[in-house]
């Protein structure tokens, strides 16, 4: 599979291009083709868009770009990549999504007047950040992480160890399984989170990008500010963001999976047995048992507020009133208040209830596509993709010898206006959309082919053979005088 | 609104039977002058006790770790709870009754999980069965946990050696000499009358209780005087230390704390008001403190009681 790939790639791409991770786009585009460079985000490369990016190439006369900008790389490099990855050509229309949307405004704003972007889109950037990458960083994530699973797994592994009907129970029957996965998490939340936080941590602060992603940093102030606003709005005129959200229900579990409800669901039975369980401790007759029923507390807190935990990590948490939290859309991952770009001409957002979109899903749900032509078409004005040239041959399949017959042809889809090549018999033998031609002895057989050509080189091939009768129409002789 | 029953959980009722260890009429001797007094049986001579029914209406409210959570949010749940004893079967019956809004899964019924068909969409990776260590499929019979008194007899008891690091790290030995050297007989406290009255010890607080509960700390734990005349009981397993404080002018533990080596996890205090009409005190809050790595305190979970209906 590797290898396959590779050849292809070796086969198919540029050499320049393939320094700055430029794949063509599909080969049914024509150089005549807007050009629409697409821009992935963190952990994307330049196989991110593909699958999108070809899909609206079919529907629309765009030419797509793939670059591959190094998501690991500052806003500034990956702008700088950016622009070396367009070479000579001007006037792109850029298509981000998440971290590439910034990707795409700091090369706009870099480059000022030498841009070669003029109409770009965002879906679900993080205009101001994202307050999870801070969380990362700092280390608060991987506490939190570890929080929640040693808070599932000690009730359950202390009463293991110190209750023998709790051991008994956890050792019967298919019970043994919540066992395992206790010890699992145990494990996974002593060990693996703090070396998560112990590598993945310096790991996540050496990104360059990641800096630059916090919401408090210079450079979004920066990015944000009039100034740089206005070089967005004089070199580059149309703006278009789009943002989704999700349910703020179980919206963690929307990050890798399309039944979040059900992992809700676990989480709250999880929540429910341990509650139940402190009713049970905290009556129970062995008071070193009855003195550490809080654990089961503990749990059952930790699932109850899993949510808000959640919400409060990624910062869409907006207000707290008389112990409700109220917050803001989000698509899992981002807010929608950072979803949303500054000094934008469109803001198009497809939000919870009515849709639920989340962000891993950004590119692909059959909504945005929908939300995507519209931008390629109503705001960037590329037009639809004609149906592919059809050429069409008519005329007589049989002649009279010595006389001369008229052939027609005509062209649908393509792009007009179309030319004509007649070759009789091999030879061409004409232009126009007709051809008249003959003159041959009784008895024998002759080809007519047209070759109908669009205004972008598109070509279509009609062809027919023609009988020559002998005088009379007759076939065969000897004929009637 | 129309309170909704959560799924019962019986409590107690192994050792229906057993030992009358530390029953009911034995006096105590030491402690307050109200203590000296003969204690009332509590369990008639069939080892039935007076109180058959006791019930109370609860509120849980914590609040948040601020290291994670955000500053200002807190939660209430209210449930009315009882405790029956069921003759036939030796046991408490544990049923709470939540209203809509208090019900600890939501706004519904408690889920059915089946999560072996909790599908994860990451690539083309999925969970669909739940498998047990040998590899074999097992379904789940039913989301309600197995306590050991669905199991009896028991099981000899066969600690873990080592164990995740999330449990007590003990080994088995010292898990062994921790129970052993402190307690006697291997679980002197899972006597049958001990288990059938923790229940109703808990909320309420007379001479009766109060002898028992005092009896049954000083079997199980090492006792020391604590300061303002209350008695202070130490008891630790593996590396898990519990000190319970108890004050004879109430009758009731008022304080636990748990440590883990010189680690002060949590601390729980016991707050009651007296009820003459019991003859004592009853329960009316329970708050427990937990603390940080730092030591610095991290979030509190409040318990009230009102209503305490004992029957």
Redesign the interface.
Known sequence: MIRSTMLRMLRTVAWPAFVFGVLPGVASAQSQDQRVVFIHGLFGNNLTWQGTGNYLAQLYQIQPWYPNLGWTNTFETQATNLQSALGSFNQFNAMAWSNGGVAERTYVQQFGASTKLVRGFTVGTPHRGALLVQNVRDG?AG??AS?VL?SI??PF??Y???D??????MD???????R?T??L???V???FVPIINAVAVPASQSVPVGGEMIPSSSFMATLNSPSRLSIEQANMPVRVSAGTSVSPQNAFFTL????PQ??G??R??V???C???Y??Y???????L???A?RW??C??SM??FD??WH??IGS?QA?NN?I?YVDHQDGLVPLGSQTWPGATVQENRLWPTYSIPHRRQITDPAILTLMQSVVNVRFGIPVRPPPLQGSLSGPTAIEEYANGTWSAGASGGYTPYSYQWYSDGYASGTGPSLTDGGWGGGTEHSIVVVVTDSRGGTSTRDLSVYVTYGGGCIYPPCPQ | MVPTQ?PR?R??A?LVMAVTFGCSDRNVTDGSPELQATVEPIYDENGQPQSSYYSANSQ?T?T??S????V?????RNYF?E?SWLSPYHTWD?V?SYSSGDL???SSV??E?D?G??????GAASAPE????SGAI????S?R???????IP??P????TG??????SASTSL?TAGISSRTGPA?P??DGP??R???VE?LVATRQTSARVLA??RN??DESPGRGGVFR?T?G??T?V?T?VFNPGIGA?TE???REGDRLL?Q?TYRYKAAPKLGGFVLEE?V?Q?FGPTGAKS?A?TQTYRDINVK
């Open positions: 608060t506490r939190y929080y040693n797994a000690d592994n202390f293991y160890a110190w023998q009907d709790f051991h008994d129970a019967f029957g298919p019970n043994v399984i919540i395992v206790m010890e998490m145990a494990w939340g002593y060990y890798f999976s399309d039944e059900k992992w669901a676990v709250r039975l929540e429910y047995y509650f139940l369980l009713d049970y905290s009556a129970h007759p062995d008071f070193f009855q003195a550490n809080w507390l503990q059952a807190q109850e507020y808000v935990d409060f990590l948490v707290i112990g939290v | 959560v959980l409590v107690g192994l849980m914590w948040t770790d290291s994670f959570e955000p200002g949010a807190s939660y209430t709870e405790y544990n709470n600890p899964f939501g408690p889920p999980i999560v068909s909790a599908r994860l969409a990451l739940v498998r047990n260590r097992v379904q789940p019979e989301s946990p197995s306590m050991a008194s669905d199991t028991m099981a008891i066969t600690l873990p164990g995740p690091p999330g449990s007590p898990v679980r406290s899972f001990a288990r009255g923790a229940a808990r049954r700390l199980d734990f009981f008891k397993v593996g898990t519990v319970a533990i636990m704390t748990t949590a729980t329970v427990t937990l979030r979970f």
